[in-house]
C-alpha cells in the first residue's frame, strides 16, 4: 500500500521560503510523479505541480512559476515542494499526492496528510 | 486555463438522491474524477474515468459526463456522505490539472 507521510506544520513570516517534504513508502518514488495540491482556508482544491523523476521534468502551475521548486531526494524517496516569497494568501494546508498508474484510476489514487503553512508577521 | 464551474452547495434528505455538476466548456470530450472531502481529511476518489467507482466505494455513488456538464449523483443519501465534492480532469493547454471550485453537500 502506498503511503505519503508530509512534514509537520510551519510557520513563516512574510517574504520567507517553506520546504515541505512528503516521503513515499510502498512504492519507488523514482516510478512515481509527485504532485503538489494545495488548499487555501475554506477554499477549494488548487493544482501547483508535479515533479517526473523519470524524465527529470517539472511542470508549475502558472500562478506560482517563479517561486515554486519541485525536486526529489531518490535516495530517501522524499519529495519536496520549496514556496518562497510567501504572503499571507499563501496561507493553507499543502498536499502532496500521486497517480499511481498501475491502479488504472488515472486520478490522484494516493495523498499526504497535508502540511499546514501559516504565513504571518 | 481550463475551467470547471461547480454549484457552491447542495442540501438534501437522507435518503434521497443528490446530483453534483461540473460544468465545463466541452468536458464531455475530457475524462472527469470526482474527489469527497470530509472535514480535516485528504480527498478521496469516489469516481474516476467519468463513471467508474474505485473499490470499497458503495454502488450508491455514479458519475455521468456529456456535453458540457458532467455529474456526480449520489442516491440513498446517508449522514456520511456530508463533504465536500470536487471535479478534477486533465487538459492539453493551460495547467494540466484542473478542479473545479467544490461543492459542499449538506444532509439535512
Known amino acids: 500500500q502506498v503511503q505519503l507521510v508530509q512534514s509537520g506544520a510551519e510557520v513563516k513570516k512574510p517574504g520567507a521560503s517553506v520546504k515541505v517534504s512528503c516521503r513515499v513508502s510502498?512504492?519507488?518514488?523514482?516510478?512515481?510523479?509527485m504532485h503538489w495540491v494545495r488548499q487555501t482556508p475554506g477554499k477549494g482544491l488548487e493544482w501547483m505541480g508535479r515533479?517526473?523523476?523519470?524524465?527529470?521534468?517539472?511542470i508549475y502551475a502558472q500562478k506560482f512559476q517563479g517561486r515554486v521548486t519541485m525536486t526529489e531526494d531518490t535516495s530517501t524517496d522524499t519529495a519536496y515542494m520549496e514556496l518562497s516569497s510567501l504572503s499571507s494568501e499563501d496561507t493553507a494546508v499543502y498536499y502532496c499526492?500521486?497517480?499511481?498508474?498501475?491502479?488504472?484510476?488515472?486520478?490522484?489514487?494516493?495523498w499526504g496528510q497535508g502540511t499546514m503553512v501559516t504565513v504571518s508577521s | 486555463s481550463y475551467v470547471l464551474t461547480q454549484p457552491p452547495s447542495v442540501s438534501v434528505a437522507p435518503g434521497k438522491t443528490a446530483r453534483i455538476t461540473c460544468g465545463g466548456n466541452?468536458?464531455?470530450?475530457?475524462?472527469v474524477h470526482w474527489y469527497q472531502q470530509k472535514s480535516g481529511q485528504a480527498p478521496v476518489v469516489v469516481i474516476y474515468y467519468d463513471r467508474d467507482r474505485p473499490s470499497g466505494i458503495p454502488e450508491r455513488f455514479s458519475g455521468s459526463n456529456s456535453g458540457n456538464t458532467a455529474t456526480l449523483t449520489i442516491s440513498r443519501i446517508e449522514a456520511g456522505d456530508e463533504a465536500d465534492y470536487y471535479c478534477q480532469v486533465w487538459d492539453s493547454s493551460g495547467d494540466p490539472w484542473v478542479f473545479g471550485g467544490g461543492t459542499k453537500l449538506t444532509v439535512l
Open positions: 515533479f517526473d523523476p523519470e524524465h527529470d521534468e517539472t
Open positions: 466541452n468536458i464531455g470530450s475530457k475524462s
Open positions: 510502498g512504492y519507488s518514488a523514482t516510478e512515481l510523479s
Open positions: 499526492s500521486t497517480i499511481i498508474p498501475v491502479t488504472g484510476t488515472g486520478a490522484f489514487d494516493f
